[in-house]
């Protein structure tokens, strides 16, 4: 694990283009999904006093290079109770037409120790404008997690966060996740607060950046990508509501972006909680 290549999705340049800052899509109903508390933590050597355990690090193969990669990843539940969110293109290359394999997930991950296991990628679903098209309003991404043999889900051993869609603009929101290069070194869970706001990239931009995004001031490097972006996060109960996820930033630039999560983001994730767990 501590070999695995951390993946980012840092885009070069903006070609040219512009935003629209506060630009809100067309008024939709927001949908949501209860938070799950993580059971009590008391094994010692778990989870340090600040780290949820339904936030970790996920590891993938290469299948064409032979090599690993890292991303984050959060519990998110579904109705399986075994869904995992991230970013797709720690999935899916859509330029290199290349799906990673042999996904793992460790939640709750520190200093070389994965506290709850590792757990296997049963399925895993993303959205088909990111498969053929490369549009990273769509750069997120679902894995179903196998159940354990005594049938313990993901959700039974670590909780959830809450997730939901169509939010409005301008809120706090904590990114969370595990940058691995400098001056990180991707071993210690991560958060970094806030103030999400809307953009639409308007004039000049490429087709891969149509869609609404919200962005933050991070410095958060590679290896965070798949984090989720987290609002009214609670300390105590290590929870909160994922509404976003660490999709991309611009090279030489201090922002951090995420697809605006849509209708379209619901529906994904109500499929991967029907996807079959066997």
């Not at 075994?82 to 970013?87: F, G, H």
């Not at 999560?261 to 066997?278: C, I, V």
Request: hydrophobic letters at 35%; glycine letters at 10%.
């Amino acid at each position: 694990m501590r070999q695995a290549k951390s993946l980012d999705g840092v885009l070069v340049n903006r070609d040219g283009s512009t935003e629209t800052v506060g630009a809100a899509p067309a008024a939709a109903q927001p949908i949501s999904s209860p938070p799950v508390v993580p059971p009590e933590m008391t094994t010692a050597g778990q989870v340090s006093d600040s780290d949820s355990p339904v936030v970790g690090r996920m590891f993938a193969q290469d299948p064409t290079s032979g090599g690993y990669l890292q991303c984050s990843a959060s519990v998110v539940g579904g109705s399986s109770g075994n869904v995992v969110l991230t970013a797709a293109h720690c999935l899916w290359d859509p330029a290199a037409k290349v799906q990673y394999t042999n996904v793992v997930f460790a939640p709750g991950y520190h200093d070389g120790v994965a506290p709850y296991g590792l757990w296997s990628q049963r399925d895993w679903l993303w959205h088909v404008q990111w498969h053929d098209h490369n549009k990273w309003h769509y750069d997120y991404g679902y894995i179903v997690l196998f159940p354990r043999s005594d049938g313990t889900r993901i959700v039974d051993r670590v909780g959830a966060l809450g997730f939901r869609v169509n939010e409005g603009s301008f809120e706090n929101i904590d990114a969370m996740g595990y940058p691995a290069l400098s001056p990180y070194d991707g071993e210690q869970q991560k958060r970094d607060n806030a103030y999400a706001e809307k953009v639409d990239f308007v004039v000049g931009a490429p087709p891969e950046l149509d869609g609404f995004f919200e962005r933050i001031v991070s410095d958060f490097t590679g290896g965070s990508s798949g984090g989720p972006w987290v609002a009214e996060y609670s300390t105590t109960t290590r929870v909160g509501w994922a509404q976003g996820v660490i999709s991309f930033s611009f090279s030489g630039d201090p922002y951090q972006f995420s697809p605006y999560f849509d209708d379209e983001t619901w529906r994904l994730y109500e499929m991967a909680g029907r996807l079959p767990l066997s």
